[in-house]
């Protein structure tokens, strides 16, 4: 896949959507989690603080004492992330940390200087002893004392903050594996989506292929609605395109059946001029004619085969084609003189049409009658592809000149008549159909042709 793929492209996207749904998920449930175990830590802090405030006892000398104490022993271990105090707010600043557990050993907690309801519980979030950030839960009680008065107690519970960081980071690594089986079950659902969104995108690319390779004319309407807009289209382009071959075709055969009646014609006249006894001029107007004729005729053939409109599934025997053009070359002049050696297998069917097929071979044996001295090899082979290895023991042609074989018109030796349109028509057949035509010297000195054929039914 490149960056242009349209699977590429999805699957990034996908993987980006997955990576931050997977991690807005994770911070959420973080945070969920860490605010529920602090609602849990100040539920515990809450019940702590009321136990305090029922353990606080004043005597008849205004002593104010705790009994009993907490039972927790986190309470008596310095330091240990659990701390209470209790402050006198009558006596100021002197009654901070009146009475306070062992664990806060010789630190006191700073309370915020609010108004306190005896009926509410505030929270708070302080700075404590050796460097602990602590949650803080805190009440006043009114207590009253004889002569003395009414007395105010502010009584605070705390907690080191530490162990809610600490089990909110357990549960973030408990959660890690989880999380990773989720991104996998995920990326292995986005890529069966994927391959089943991306899948009539690939039945089209099908269908095309099988109306260019001859297997079929329109792609059907079985596909999603999504797709079936490019259907039409195609499908559309299609139609236009058998349309404007068959005027092509239309036109090609109007004008060949409007040069016929001039050649016509123009035969007549080179035989009554023959007649006349000017039997020189009939020669050159009847060559005229003739080469006019041939030229009409394979501009047919050439514009035929370029249109693209191959019969479907098109086939032709190789060997029956060889065999029927050296019957007929064998009553011409040229190759009645040769000796031609045809080795061709019965399985060699080519996917060109029987026409074409002729046109193509009756070409390339009409250049090697031409210029073989004694001899014309045929060689057929049947695999993958049809080949076709055709040789002369003729002049042959000059290594830098091979590539230049199949040019239009082209002629390398003046010394024959042609139109150097021969191997030019060859080559478009060839080309036409899928095939290729090669050019090399051949082992008895001449010209060895490779035409390179589709099998039927590949």
Not at 47 to 57: D, F, W
Not at 61 to 85: E, I, K, M, N
Not at 128 to 152: D, F, K, Y
Not at 434 to 450: C, D, I
Request: hydrophobic share 45%; aromatic share 4%.
């Amino acid at each position: 896949m490149t960056r242009r793929s349209l699977r590429a492209r999805l699957a990034v996207a996908a993987a980006a959507s997955i990576s931050l749904a997977l991690l807005v998920a994770a911070l959420g449930l973080v945070a969920l989690f860490e605010r529920h175990v602090e609602r849990r830590i100040g539920a515990e802090l809450t019940a702590q603080l009321n136990q305090l405030a029922a353990a606080v006892q004043v005597g008849a000398d205004g002593t104010v004492t705790v009994d009993p104490h907490p039972a927790d022993p986190r309470f008596l271990a310095p330091l240990s992330g659990l701390y209470w105090q209790i402050d006198d707010q009558r006596a100021g600043a002197d009654g901070v940390g009146l009475l306070r557990s062992r664990s806060l050993w010789d630190s006191q907690l700073r309370l915020p200087p609010d108004q306190l309801d005896p009926a509410s519980v505030h929270a708070h979030e302080l700075p404590g002893p050796a460097g602990q950030r602590l949650l803080v839960r805190e009440r006043s009680i009114l207590l009253g004392s004889g002569a003395a008065g009414t007395r105010v107690l502010r009584l605070a519970v705390a907690r080191d903050r530490t162990e809610l960081s600490a089990a909110r980071d357990a549960f973030a690594a408990d959660m890690l594996p989880y999380l990773a089986l989720i991104a996998l079950v995920l990326g292995l659902a986005t890529w069966v989506q994927i391959r089943a969104g991306l899948a009539p995108l690939e039945a089209v690319r099908r269908g095309v292929n099988a109306v260019r390779a001859g297997q079929a004319r329109r792609l059907d309407d079985r596909y999603p609605d999504e797709v079936m807009p490019l259907v039409g289209e195609v499908n559309a382009l299609l139609a236009a395109r058998e349309q404007a071959v068959e005027r092509a075709r239309s036109w090609t055969a109007d004008l060949a059946h409007g040069l016929k009646t001039p050649l016509s014609a123009l035969s007549a006249d080179a035989e009554r001029l023959r007649r006349e006894g000017s039997p020189a001029l009939a020669a050159d107007l009847e060559q005229l004619a003739t080469h006019m004729r041939r030229r009409v005729d394979r501009e047919l053939i050439r514009a035929r085969v370029r249109s693209g409109a191959q019969p479907h599934q098109a086939r032709a025997d190789v060997g029956d084609a060889l065999r029927r053009l050296i019957g007929t070359l064998r009553r011409t002049p040229d190759g009645a003189r040769l000796d031609w050696q045809l080795r061709a297998p019965s399985a060699a069917v080519a996917a060109l049409a029987p026409d074409d097929l002729l046109e193509l071979l009756g070409n390339l044996l009409e250049n090697a009658a031409k210029w073989a001295r004694e001899r014309v090899s045929i060689d057929v082979e049947a695999g993958r592809d049809v080949l076709v290895r055709i040789s002369d023991d003729g002049p042959g042609v000059a290594g830098e000149q091979l590539h230049r074989l199949g040019e239009r018109g082209l002629r390398l030796d003046q010394r024959k008549a042609g139109s150097g349109l021969g191997l030019a028509i060859a080559r478009d057949v060839a080309d036409a159909y899928g095939g290729s035509l090669a050019f090399t010297r051949a082992q008895a000195g001449g010209l060895e042709v490779t035409a390179r054929l589709p099998t039927a039914g590949r």
